[in-house]
Each structure stands twice: as structure tokens, then as C-alpha cells.
């Protein structure tokens, strides 16, 4: 099975007007599509400036989106509004979120499911807190939100992100082995069967230097940029290092 491979951009809360030369800039440094899928995912304020700057061949997603597609939601962004801005994907269950804003997997379910019912394709994040991993409970606090977080029959509509959590934004990074060896227990625990067609991205700290460790393996079917995909050079770099 070959899944195409996904290198997918998080700009979090970076990003003014002034930094929307990046689309010019990545453009002209890819020059011609490049084999694998592009996602740029800017704050929601520079999604349609965004979408309109960048190539076809440049998806933009959103960085979360509610559980609702319309309502009385003070502050939330449907995933409707997302789509008519020109996302074609977006991001649910970033641990920023889980943490930072107490999302739990249930909510995140309720939010890919929202997504999925706005035509968006969601990039759900899972992954394990330091803790976790030093007591040995990783795979099985990464299997158990992503069985709890990803909407039944999903496969194929969803795309996961194992990004442990002490790995974003620190400089440390998982080993390529211990992820792809993650990325083989949640193909192997997908409910529906369909593991091997899900495509799965690490992210948590992949910059140039490292991004060919992670895209020449097998399981690794691409990466989530967090700080490396602000500067247009180094994130086509990564691009690059996707083959
Ligand atoms: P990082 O962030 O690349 O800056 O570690 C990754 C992410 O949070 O998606």
C-alpha cells in the first residue's frame, strides 16, 4: 500500500498580514508541485489571505474548529466557516489544546466528527506526555485517545498526527524508531481494520535537519511542522526532504 505523503505546516498564533510574502516565498522555492500533499494551517485570521496567495497545490487548513456546525457559540469557529475561507483540512486534539484548553477526547471526537461533516479533512492529534513515557504507558495512552478521539468508519477520512507532547517545541524529538514503531501499534489497533490505508504524520520538533530520519521511513507518512514552518526556506526544506 502507498500512501501519499502529507507535510503539513502549524503556524499556532504566528502570523500578521505582513507575513503573508511567505506564500510568494514558499511558491517560487517549490517552483512545480511537488509529489507529496502541502498543508499551511495559519491563525483563522489569515486563512483567506491565505488560501487566495497560494497555489492549488497548497491546501490550508485550520488549527481547530467547534463541535458545532452553527449556534449560539460565542468566539468558536464552525468548520463550515473554515471550508468557505478555503480549508480543506483542519487540525483537532493538538495537545495545546488538549492541555491548554482541557479538551478531552471526547471533545476532540465531537470536533473531528463536525469537521467531517463540513467536507474538511481532520488531522487528529495524539500523543504521550513525558511522564507517561518514562513509565513505560505511552502506547497505551496514545492508542486510548485515538480509539476514543476518532469518529467510527473514519478510515481514510481522517489522518492522525503522533506528536508527544514533550517533543513540541522543545528541540528534543522522538527517535524515527520509537515512531514508527508507534505508528505501526496505531495502524495495528484501528478499529475498522483499515490501518494500513491511514495515513499517520509525526510532529514535534522536525526541522530540516532531521525531516529525512523521519520521511524515509516506511511508517512515517509525513510530518507536522510546528516553528520550522514559519520560515518559507526551511519548511520547503522539509518539503524537499519528503522526496
Ligand atoms: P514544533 O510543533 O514543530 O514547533 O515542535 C509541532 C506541532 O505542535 O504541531
Not at 500500500?1 to 507575513?19: C, E, F, P, Q, S
Not at 507529496?36 to 497555489?55: G, H, K, N, Q
Not at 461533516?117 to 485517545?145: H, I, K, M, W, Y
Not at 494500513?196 to 514535534?204: F, M, P
Request: net charge negative; proline share 5%; glycine share 10%.
Amino acid at each position: 500500500m502507498t500512501r501519499r505523503k502529507l507535510i503539513a505546516g502549524n503556524w499556532k498564533m504566528h502570523g500578521r498580514r505582513a507575513d503573508l510574502a511567505w506564500a510568494a516565498n514558499l511558491t517560487g522555492l517549490l517552483g512545480a508541485a511537488p509529489r507529496s500533499d502541502i498543508l499551511v494551517c495559519p491563525p483563522a485570521t489569515l486563512l483567506p489571505l491565505m488560501s487566495e496567495r497560494l497555489p492549488d497545490f497548497v491546501a490550508t487548513g485550520g488549527q481547530d474548529c467547534a463541535a458545532e456546525l452553527e449556534g449560539a457559540h460565542t468566539g468558536d469557529i464552525s468548520p463550515l466557516m473554515l471550508a468557505d475561507m478555503g480549508a480543506r483540512y483542519v487540525i483537532t486534539g493538538h495537545s495545546e489544546r488538549r492541555h491548554g484548553h482541557g479538551e478531552s477526547d471526547a471533545v476532540v471526537r465531537a470536533k473531528t466528527m463536525a469537521a467531517l461533516n463540513a467536507g474538511l479533512t481532520p488531522v487528529v492529534c495524539v500523543g504521550e506526555t513525558l511522564d507517561q513515557r518514562r513509565s513505560g504507558e505511552a502506547e497505551t495512552v496514545v492508542l486510548r485517545q485515538m480509539l476514543a478521539s476518532v469518529p467510527e468508519a473514519a478510515a481514510g477520512r481522517v489522518i492522525i498526527a503522533y506528536e508527544p507532547v514533550w517533543a513540541i517545541g522543545t528541540g528534543m524529538h522522538a527517535s524515527p524508531e520509537d515512531a514508527e514503531a508507534m505508528h505501526r501499534a496505531i495502524r495495528n489497533a484501528w478499529r475498522d481494520g483499515d490501518g494500513e490505508q491511514v495515513r499517520i504524520l509525526y510532529g514535534g520538533s522536525v526541522k530540516p535537519s532531521n525531516a529525512a530520519d523521519f520521511l524515509s521511513r516506511q511508517e512515517i507518512d509525513g510530518a507536522l511542522v510546528g516553528g520550522a514552518s514559519l520560515d518559507a526556506e526551511s519548511f520547503a526544506s522539509i518539503i524537499r526532504a519528503a522526496g
